[in-house]
């Protein structure tokens, strides 16, 4: 090959030029060796994908935080403690400085546990700022890959996150630009054997439509080119409904492929809050914060089950059935929320309610049965006890 990576075309050397297979010992193979989560691989590029205020920001300088310490608060893993440059083209040095404080605190880590691990640059003053390619014509920025080998050389780098990656081009944001800037950035990962983090983001999605990894600005080029790529999704009103939580807005979760079709409680998903943190100087600053979705039977026992469908057998037998409506006044979660003592006025709880009532019918526990109903006879459906009696499993 020559410097720039192409093949030089040459007849004699045709025979030699695509080898056939040689015998070799599989455990010389090399592995691909991750250095933080699943995610960000020795040698590789990954891309997060993300709409506008997702949180990828927050969550880039948390990641690199967390592989700096080697302390897992995010991935739940201990691991060695990595080298990391993390690079913001959009935020000064004063709000690095705050939210690097952010974390720190929030997870209760010493300011020396990064020093001289934790290389958090701002890109916006003109001494920092990076421009890897210019021009209609693509133009790849030689100088500046050059500079950055020799500083994941010299400082021992083993993580570089670089967000976003727009600011990082003056080019026109084609197929053709994002294509040619991937390629070079995963030569260099390549080349110097870091694990190089691009954070981008995805167009604006249609009402209604759930976007996905072929929605990152400038097409799908990019993530052909990744070895890795992700896609970060905020929470929807629905799914902030469903778990109960204040304010959906706060909250979102990783989608590792466009494949990734598990429901919103799945735990294939890995889900962050954002949170807000006094750092000392009295204001305080956005981070965040591993969340998981909450499990509707956190404490719920088989005797209390008993008592649920003991309930609604009495109403029943009363000829007072619960409803399965939840609007209406004789709905059978207020005998759930009796047996649990839960507050039927919190969304949290009501949720909750909600989502044990379904499971429970799934299961057998509980059945759904149509009966006309009232003066007007009009049909409805009634929850009764089930032929799934949870006290003869648990004998």
């Not at 790849?140 to 400082?155: G, M, N, S």
């Not at 919103?264 to 204001?283: C, L, M, Y």
């Not at 600053?285 to 057998?313: H, M, Q």
């Not at 507050?343 to 499971?359: E, F, I, S, T």
Request: aromatic share 8%; glycine share 8%.
């Amino acid at each position: 090959m020559n410097p720039s990576g192409q093949f030089k075309y040459k007849p004699e050397s045709a025979p030699d030029a695509f080898p056939g297979w040689q015998v070799l010992d599989p455990a010389s193979i090399p592995r691909i060796r991750f250095v933080y989560g699943g995610i960000y691989a020795a040698g590789y590029l990954t891309v997060t994908f993300a709409a506008p205020k997702t949180g990828k920001s927050l969550l880039g300088m948390a990641e690199g935080i967390d592989a700096a310490t080697g302390r897992g608060f995010l991935t739940g893993r201990e691991t060695e403690p990595q080298r990391v440059l993390y690079y913001n083209a959009e935020d000064d040095q004063a709000v690095m400085n705050a939210r690097t404080m952010a974390v720190l605190q929030e997870h209760g880590i010493p300011q020396s546990e990064i020093v001289g691990r934790f290389f958090p640059v701002s890109g916006v003053s003109d001494d920092r700022s990076l421009v890897l390619i210019k021009g209609e014509k693509n133009e790849i920025q030689e100088p500046a890959f050059a500079f950055l080998a020799d500083f994941f050389r010299t400082e021992g780098i083993t993580l570089a996150v670089f967000d976003p990656l727009q600011d990082l081009s003056q080019s026109p944001e084609t197929n053709e630009a994002f294509r040619a800037l991937g390629a070079r950035i995963r030569r260099l990962a390549n080349e110097t054997g870091v694990a190089i983090g691009m954070v981008h983001h995805t167009r604006k999605p249609s009402a209604g439509v759930q976007i996905s990894l072929d929605d990152g600005r400038g097409g799908s080029a990019l993530r052909g080119v990744a070895r890795f790529n992700r896609l970060l999704a905020p929470m929807t009103e629905a799914e902030g409904a469903q778990a109960g939580v204040d304010d959906f807005r706060h909250y979102f979760r990783i989608a590792e492929a466009e494949s990734n079709l598990a429901p919103p409680s799945s735990d294939r998903n890995q889900w962050f809050e954002k949170t807000g943190v006094e750092i000392g100087n009295g204001a305080a600053y956005p981070t965040i914060r591993k969340w998981t979705w909450p499990e509707a039977f956190t404490g719920v026992t088989v005797n209390d089950a008993c008592r649920v469908r003991a309930l609604i057998s009495e109403r029943a037998e009363r000829d007072e059935p619960t409803r399965e409506n939840v609007q209406a006044k004789d709905w059978a979660g207020h005998i759930v929320a009796e047996v649990l003592s839960l507050d039927l006025n919190k969304r949290a709880d009501k949720a909750r309610v909600v989502a044990m009532l379904r499971k429970w019918i799934e299961t057998g526990v509980l059945r759904v049965e149509r009966l006309a109903h009232g003066p007007k006879r009009k049909e409805a459906d009634f929850i009764f006890p089930g032929s799934n009696n949870p006290a003869e499993e648990a004998q």
